[in-house]
């Protein structure tokens, strides 16, 4: 129904897709920096620390996503229930759009 809350606001679980943007975010940054360091834009940069403190908080933004965001009634995992059988284009827009627990339909 249009203009109903989302699931994820009911529950009051919309900080937590807040704090995986930010965890996106320090990603990016540090993918930036990953890209300058292999370009010689910055001096003494290790190439292999950048990239894997750019592809951990990546990592890090995903594991928050997919086990901070549970239904309170099943304890199911919405979050990685929408990254296995959503479109890849898609399932962000899923998991913020959904009106219920895709596994108990609360």
Not at 17 to 28: E, R, Y
Not at 31 to 54: L, T
Not at 58 to 83: D, N, Q
Request: proline share 4%; net charge positive.
């Amino acid at each position: 129904m249009k203009g109903s809350p989302t699931w994820l606001k009911r529950t009051g679980q919309t900080w937590k897709i807040l704090v995986f943007g930010v965890l996106i975010l320090v990603g990016m940054v540090l993918f930036g920096f990953f890209v300058a360091v292999v370009n010689g834009k910055v001096e003494d940069g290790d190439i292999m620390y950048s990239a894997f403190a750019f592809m951990g908080a990546a990592f890090a933004a995903f594991v928050w996503l997919t086990f901070a965001i549970r239904c309170p009634e099943c304890g199911s995992k919405p979050a990685w229930h929408f990254m296995r059988t959503a479109h890849h284009q898609t399932w962000v827009q899923e998991l913020l759009r959904m009106e219920d627990c895709p596994s108990c339909r609360r």
